[in-house]
């Protein structure tokens, strides 16, 4: 019986190639390259052709092996969440569906900027709005909130706008008793704001504002170098207005309101501490900035039981020389030593490209205390075999708990292999990636890839004010309908959820409380699916709350 003869080798190669990679990961690092997988010459030659019953018998086979291996394959669900399954499943297809008939229509395929809204729309994100996505574990400390909130921030007294001499270009923004005497970049002229608005009239600066501070309307810039440039000058805009230490625990507050609306209930969020200023001219520190962030995240957490937390890596410039790192890690020793439980690691931040690789910085990085824990950018590029490419296998040598992008990952199968021996996440920023000019159509993300072979991923949002999308979920929705198999459902956005505690850098206990927090939430969610609040297109008052509630302080 050729079929069964062929069934049976398929069957046989799978577990061949199971029994590889139960094997392969078994083996050392520097035993993986000799130990390679091998198929054997008979494993490619199937003899004769089956009947269509065994090649259907076979196909169902194949199927099934792809759907164990991929991520949340492992998650069980229960009677309630199959049926609130169906609901959201339902919801995807209609969209996937709309797609293959309509492609240019299909939201992931196009530039964020330019469906923004049309998503707001989609009864699939209305859903995905509303569930609790647990954490984001990838975020900058100044592109957290809403540009609405930023509007509001402007309005305060004080606040004086330097504009450049003939454009009359707003170049930086300042705080100050007294017309301020601070150098900026370019040659400009302080006004106070209140008066540029007298003058002009409050619209019509606001919207100048607003669109300074996001990359708004550009969707296509010369190269990844513009669109970094243009990157650079919203958040020099933003220094003077958010290094304002009133400011600044404000915007944290709000941040963490923001995000906890959005369905997030932790965040852990990079920063690279600058240093605060305020109108008495009193001296500020690091340490100072860390205390107004725990102060506030105390205040916080008093006011909403529900929340879980939040914690900081300490991720300064990475474009710096040894003087710098050694700088860099002195202040981290400092605000672990005084902080140690809100202090979760450390990083370098700003574009690989054009600063220091990793490599530049080994013995200081490796001379680090041991308590403090590395959460690496790396890979955030197109260009293999570059340093910043080759920034993943020095983040993974120096012992990263987690890779910040690994964009490039697919590109390094040993790097690769050794996250999932290692347990090193992947923190995914799908929207952060498309803005950035590293992929442009959301279906080539490479996440695909993690997704289908089930590597350790969280999906993150790296500067959503900055493109104006909401906290966490314009990302999961991409990830979920632009990036993930058309077959992968809640199981995966389960999976996601549970990963972003898991892979946090909460103690044991904290994930324990975490995970039991986030639980209360998941089982409301479930209910609320349920509950016939949605209509037919999944649209349900508590979702648009929500995202109307974003827009405001
Ligand atoms: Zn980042």
């Known amino acids: 019986m050729p079929a069964l003869k062929t069934l049976g080798t398929l069957c046989v190669l799978m577990l061949v190639f199971a029994h590889n990679e139960a094997r392969r990961a078994s083996l050392r690092a520097n035993h993986m390259v000799q130990h390679a997988p091998h198929i054997e010459p008979q494993a490619s030659v199937i003899g004769g052709r089956p009947t269509p019953e065994a090649y259907n018998s076979l196909r169902d086979i194949f199927f099934r092996y792809e759907e164990s291996k991929t991520l949340g394959a492992d998650i069980t ?31 992931p395929s196009q530039h964020l900027f330019e469906v923004l ?8 994100f209305k859903y995905i709005s509303s569930m609790p996505k647990g954490a984001v574990l990838h975020a900058h400390d100044t592109a ?53 608005r007298e003058l002009h009239g409050a619209d019509k600066v606001d919207t100048y504002l607003r669109e300074h501070l996001t990359l708004y309307p550009t969707v296509k810039f010369l190269d990844n170098n513009e669109a970094w440039e243009q990157f650079g000058s919203i958040f020099a805009l933003l220094d003077g207005l958010l290094f304002y230490a009133p400011s600044w625990a404000d915007y944290y507050y709000n941040a963490l309101k923001e995000f906890h609306a959005d369905g997030v209930q932790y965040l852990e969020f990079r920063s690279t501490l600058p240093i605060l200023y305020d109108l008495e001219g009193t001296s500020f520190t690091e340490l100072d900035t860390v205390r107004i962030y725990k102060e506030t995240l105390d205040k916080y957490m ?20 040894k003087e710098g790192l050694d700088n860099y890690i002195k202040v981290c020793v400092e605000i672990k030593e005084k902080y140690p439980d809100f202090v979760a690691g450390f990083d370098l931040v700003g574009q690989e490209e054009k600063g220091r690789p990793l490599k530049d910085f080994i013995p200081q990085l490796l001379g680090m205390p041991e308590n403090i824990d590395f959460y690496f950018h790396a890979g955030e590029t197109n260009w293999f075999g570059s340093t910043v490419d080759e920034n993943l296998i020095d983040a993974v040598l120096l012992g990263t708990k987690r890779i910040g992008h690994g964009f490039a990952l697919v590109k390094h199968p040993l790097v690769l292999q050794m996250l999932k021996e290692r347990n090193i996440a992947i923190e995914v920023n799908p929207i952060s ?25 969280v999906i993150s949002s790296d500067d959503p004010s ?13 990830a979920f309908l632009g990036i993930a198999s058309a077959h992968s459902d809640m199981r995966l956005l389960k999976k996601l959820a549970l990963n972003s505690i898991n892979y946090s850098s909460l103690s044991p206990e904290q994930k324990r409380v975490a995970l039991a927090k986030w639980q209360i ?7 609320e699916v349920l509950s016939g609040n949605y209509d037919n297109n999944g649209s349900n008052n508590a979702a648009q709350h929500r995202l109307n509630t974003n827009k405001i302080i």
């Open 77 to 107: 669900l229960t009677q309630k969440e199959l049926q609130a399954n169906q609901l959201i499943m339902e919801a995807k297809t209609r969209e996937y569906e709309e797609g293959l008939a309509t492609p240019h229509l299909f939201t």
């Open 302 to 321: 008093a006011e909403h039981i529900d929340f879980i937390g939040s914690k900081l890596i300490y991720a300064p410039i990475r474009n710096t020389d």
């Open 117 to 124: 809204d049309d998503i707001k729309q989609s009864p699939l």
């Open 521 to 527: 939430k998941w089982d409301d969610f479930i209910d």
């Open 466 to 478: 900055f493109w104006k999308a909401t906290p966490l979920s314009h990302d999961f929705y991409i």
């Open 144 to 196: 957290l909130c809403s540009t609405d909130f930023l509007i509001r921030l402007t309005y305060r007294d004080n606040l004086w706008v330097c504009q450049g001499k003939g454009d009359k270009e707003v170049i930086g923004m300042r705080f100050s008793k007294t017309k301020p005497d601070v150098a900026t970049q370019a040659d400009c002229t302080w006004e106070l704001l209140s008066k540029v």
């Open 433 to 457: 990636n498309q803005v950035l000019q590293l992929v442009a159509d959301y279906r080539n993300h490479p996440c695909a890839y993690f997704f289908a072979d089930n590597y350790p991923v």
